[in-house]
């Protein structure tokens, strides 16, 4: 869901250590380096920056408030983390990861950060370097990147082969994933309740990010239709009375996990709510490990015929979250993609009909062996 990005990022931006120990990234990095010495790669170059990190948030925990990070992880000895900050905001930055040796990135010196690095890798391995998350980094940037590596060593695209964070969430990235969707349970009920006392979806949006700061997330993104569910928007200033249900879109991180949620308010018995839910149910009861992501798609159109599926959607009825707030697979009418025991997924289903009306429904899921687990759904706040 495309939303407007924060050009600072306000939130808590912390090392967690009581809920992701060094021990849960070392198994990570143990991971890492089995799949290096498969491909026979000296390095990884792990890059992220403020719009999207979510290798780098896996392997290093640190998340960029603004810029760029870039960890530099031999197959053997210690990595080194770069940060497009001054050398003033180190400290602040070496709180927020295991890694000790943190550098500054930002200016021109940081080229010599390669060097003594490259010189500890052994002189028979110096072939190929794979990268995660680079597809994401400046042309300029890239380019004075393969400046300082001279030909020392090729560059290898590695996210094709290696999946950075798995689809299968580990045991504390459940936890971390739970702790979410409380911090956005509470942020879409304000969002609800304030919408509900005034009329106005832009102020509700306002009230909504207010309460999910004083929780502590790291970033907020919404959306809201000033048109009873039509078409959706990022924040316009207009804080305008609207008439209709009320719909919106909600997503949060906290401490590097997001969880969205779509929400549709008031006009509960309105057909465009009941096959929006009914499809809902229909993909929720589909829901399990090795189910094939084209199916749940057609098991939602099929629930929601006659009326199509909301615009807004781009096609795809739900997708993976976590480290990323889009993740794969997209649930698609051509996706060939399995869920995966321990995936994490969000399934979104809308209509949007000049006759049945509008709405956007959402849940938030868990495939587990035993049946899908609902970690949070949108009906559930929506009559509150």
Known sequence: MRTMQPAIMLGSYVW?????????????????RAAMAQHDWAAMLVYGDVREHAALGYLTNYIPRIRWGLALIPRDGEPRLLCAMGTRDLPAMRAMTWIADVQSGWGPEWLNAFDPWLARLPAERRSEIGTLGCDHMASALHETLLQSLDTRFTLRRADDMLAVPPPRKRPRELTMLRQSCKLLEETAKAFVASARANGAPETAALDAERVARSLAAQDVRTLVSLDGGRTLLPYQGRFDKTAGPLVGYLAVKVLGYW??????????????????????????????????????????????????????????????????????????????????????YSLQVGVADADAGHALVSALVRTASKGTDVLLRSSGIATS
Do not use: C, K, W, Y
């Not at 060094?22 to 890492?32: C, M, S, W």
């Not at 006009?267 to 009941?274: L, T």
């Open 259 to 344: 969880a969205d949620l779509f929400v549709t308010a008031e006009d509960r018995n309105s057909a465009a709510r009941a096959h929006a839910e009914q499809a809902l149910d229909a993909l929720i009861a589909r829901m399990r490990p090795g189910a094939r992501a084209g199916d749940l798609h057609a098991a939602a159109m099929a629930a929601l015929a006659p009326l199509r599926l909301h615009p807004a959607l781009g096609g795809s009825v739900g997708h993976g979250i976590g480290l990323s707030l889009d993740e794969q697979p997209q649930f698609r009418a051509d996706a060939d993609a399995m869920l995966v025991e321990d995936g994490v």
């Open 16 to 32: 967690a250590q009581d809920r992701l120990p060094a021990d849960e990234f070392g198994i990570r990095l143990d991971e890492l």
